[in-house]
């Protein structure tokens, strides 16, 4: 299994033993457009899957994002909180959003791997 | 691509809502508004029919100017903002997509015998604004950088017949050109060819009126809010604050003299959230008003929204709370606009 997995709301999740790193994908920064404002979770809070763990807002609008499973938050970017255009620039790198202790890594096996989403995304053209 | 008023309108270019935006204050950038309404109304009557739907001074109108004026109900509401030209024997309307359907039906429904309405269906609208709009122009319209503010010019581009106005809805110097629509597509392409200018979508369209302090219709006035609400009170003339004798004069009147009870004001956040519309607004936990527009303004580089708040709470530096997803955020009552407007002045 590749270390990375992708949610239909275009979260990418990259495991790194015990911990996962969450952030959205390329497809989602270019939907956004220019970000302008980064709200993330606070360090300890247990986040829940499907629920929303971050807001991210460009200038035309803002976006929830949700964590894609079960795990508390152990880090944040706070390079986002500054600059906040890295999401745009690096979105599944330096744009990174929060990182995760790892709970039930069932849940990732209901995420979608690269080539399944690279196939959704081409079908929203 | 995304509806507004009854079209497809591009959210953005290439390059992106910011880079569009910061292009426009800094160069020039071309908007496809056709979507908007052109009216003409024709014959003598046509002065005291307008007057009788607005509270504008049309008849202090002089020929070959242009002026900013709404349509208003019998509550002093506003039923369309609108751009109205004096020509020798007409007068030239511009008003909203999404009202225009409505806006002609209740022009027609009040013009006396002997005023034709003309609904130019076969006309586009294109507006160059920016600061080298004028030096663009200049190139195909010997003179044109020399006209005044608010003023309406007959043109000929590369052959065509057009009219412009040196007007538009971003606080910068700029032009609206109403051209043949069978020639819209031969006039954006001449004037994107300048190496000033770029394409801009809807997106910086509305970040930059927003930044102006510029109400965008349906958002920020409506058919519940009166000029004088919403500081619109500069586009009443003396005369016309006096004689009244337009739709809910009686309204507008008293609000002038008693002052209203609510103002639209300028809102600047103090965090890097951006407040939109529909937020609401509070001091104290007490709600005093909601936001209309709000966003991120690019040039300003910070949010920038604007709304209403009671008329006690309407001073400028009255610390406030924004009701951001549940949170308040801090935020102040400011002065608009956000950016200064830098219109032409022929000194």
Redesign the interface.
């Known amino acids: 299994m590749a270390n990375i997995r992708f949610t239909n709301d275009h979260e990418w999740i990259r495991v790194e033993g015990d911990t996962a790193v969450i952030g959205i994908t390329d497809y989602a920064q270019q939907q956004l457009g220019d970000v302008v404002f980064v709200e993330l979770p606070e360090v300890g809070r247990a986040l829940e899957r499907g629920k929303d763990a971050a807001v991210v807002e460009s200038v035309k609008a803002a976006s929830e994002v949700y964590a894609p499973i079960d795990g508390q938050v152990i880090e944040i970017n706070t390079l986002l909180l500054d600059q906040p255009a890295t999401v745009n620039s690096d979105p599944q790198g330096a744009g990174w959003f929060f990182k995760v202790k790892l709970g039930d890594t069932a849940q990732l096996e209901a995420l979608l791997d690269e080539t399944a989403y690279n196939n959704m995304i081409q079908e929203l053209g | 691509m995304v509806p507004f008023g009854g079209y497809a309108m591009p959210?953005?270019y290439q390059t992106?809502?910011?880079?569009e935006?910061l292009h426009t204050r800094r160069s020039a950038g071309l908007f496809d508004v056709s979507h908007m309404g052109q009216v003409r109304l024709i014959g003598d009557g046509a002065i005291a029919a307008v007057e009788r739907l607005v509270p504008g001074d049309i008849q202090a109108l002089k020929p070959g100017r242009v002026r900013y004026t709404m349509l208003t109900n019998d509550q002093g509401g506003i039923i369309d903002d609108l751009m109205v030209a004096r020509r020798e024997k007409e007068l030239a309307l511009v008003v909203n997509a999404g009202t225009k359907d409505n806006d002609i039906a209740h022009i027609a429904a009040h013009l006396p015998a002997g005023v034709e309405l003309i609904y130019e269906q076969q006309r586009a609208l294109l507006a160059l604004q920016g600061p080298l709009a004028a030096a663009v122009l200049e190139r195909h319209i010997p003179g044109i950088a020399k006209v005044a503010f608010m003023t309406e010019t007959a043109a000929k581009l590369a052959g065509i017949e057009i009219t412009l106005t040196r007007s538009g809805y971003t606080g910068e110097d700029g032009f609206e050109l109403s051209v043949p629509a069978s020639r819209a597509d031969e006039v954006a392409r001449l004037l994107l060819a300048a190496s000033e200018v770029l394409p801009i979508g809807l997106?910086a369209r509305d970040?930059l009126r927003l930044e102006a302090g510029l109400c965008l219709y349906g958002h920020d006035i409506d058919e519940t809010t009166t000029p004088i609400e919403a500081g619109l009170i500069w586009t009443i003339s003396k005369r016309r604050r006096a004689e009244g004798g337009f739709p809910g004069d009686a309204v507008i009147q008293k609000q002038i003299a008693q002052g209203p009870g609510r103002h639209r004001v300028g809102i600047q956040p103090e965090g890097?959230?951006?407040a939109?519309e529909g937020v609401e607004i509070q001091i104290g936990g007490q709600t005093i008003g909601k936001i209309t527009s709000g966003?991120?303004g690019?040039s300003a580089d910070r949010?920038v929204a604007m709304g209403y708040v009671d008329a006690a709470k309407a001073i400028t530096g009255t610390a406030i709370d924004l009701i951001v997803?549940g949170k308040p955020m801090p935020a102040r009552i400011v002065a608009m606009p956000f950016v200064p407007h830098s219109y032409f002045k022929n000194i």
């Open positions: 959210v953005q992106g809502i910011l880079s935006h997106g970040s890097r959230a951006p939109r966003g991120f690019p949010p997803r």
